[in-house]
């Protein structure tokens, strides 16, 4: 079964650091476009980082410096690295599958989608 | 970055009511659009890609449509397991991964 599992959330004071697990099953993460999306209380879906196959990273302005996405290939596991964290980090963190759906005949000529997300780790900072 | 911005924020619809979401890019994003339904307490949920590109499982009473920079997601008979709240993501221009701020359906 493809699957998910995040880890590693919890409460923590501002400007510490915390780093969040994201456990793959029946694909492998080295191979797969692999995406952070977080969800502060009653908001909406914010997407926070990306690791390409290649292990190129992206990152959203929100978090760039004070973020680092990850993978360990022998556990299949892709991480986030948070420092410097602040109240506005507070939101439930999922991890997802970003899958390739096929090519279109425009740019950018591919397709892509999220098709695979993890439960969700909650980060609540708060001194 | 391209911005999405959805209408309404929510709506109030009874059980076989027809629904219809509307999504707009901030520049034309061709049909790189996807859609995703999020339930309380519950990770998101990928129903149509590519603008209207039904995922396998998910109901035909879900149409996706759209091209540009204007989209549609319409529900044509509101079931309620329906009762969720809808995003759309374009994929046209990425990174930044950006998302509408989202539509909540709920029971009138």
């Known amino acids: 079964e493809v699957q998910l599992v995040e880890s590693g959330g919890g409460l923590i004071q501002p400007g510490g650091s915390l780093r969040l697990s994201c456990a793959a099953s029946?694909?492998?993460?080295?191979?797969?476009?692999m995406t952070w999306v977080r969800q502060a209380p009653g908001k909406g879906l914010e997407w926070v980082s990306l690791?390409?196959?290649?292990?190129?990273?992206y990152y959203a302005d929100s978090v760039k410096g004070r973020s680092t996405i990850s993978r360990d290939n022998s556990k299949n596991t892709m991480y986030l690295q948070m420092n410097s964290l602040r109240v506005e980090d507070t939101a439930v963190y999922y991890c997802?599958?970003?899958?390739?759906?096929?090519?279109?005949?425009?740019?950018?000529?591919?397709?892509?989608?999220?098709?695979?997300w993890g439960q969700g780790t909650t980060v609540t900072v708060s001194s | 970055d391209i911005q999405m911005t959805q209408s309404p924020s929510s709506l109030s619809a009874s059980v076989g009511d027809r629904v219809t979401i509307t999504c707009r890019a901030s520049?034309?994003?061709?049909?790189?659009l996807n859609w995703y339904q999020q339930k309380p307490g519950k990770a998101p949920k990928l129903l149509i890609c590519?603008?209207?590109g039904l995922q396998s499982g998910v109901p035909s009473r879900f149409t996706g449509s759209g091209s540009g920079t204007d989209f549609t997601l319409t529900i044509s008979s509101l079931q309620p397991e329906d009762f969720a709240t809808y995003y759309c993501?374009?994929?046209?221009?990425?990174?930044?991964?950006?998302f509408g701020g989202g539509t909540k359906v709920e029971i009138k």
């Open positions: 029946g694909f492998s993460v080295s191979n797969n476009y």
């Open positions: 590519a603008a209207s």
């Open positions: 997802a599958r970003r899958n390739y759906y096929g090519s279109g005949s425009s740019y950018p000529y591919y397709y892509y989608a999220m098709d695979v």
């Open positions: 993501q374009q994929s046209y221009s990425t990174p930044p991964l950006t």
């Open positions: 690791i390409y196959s290649g292990g190129t990273t």
């Open positions: 520049q034309s994003i061709s049909n790189y």
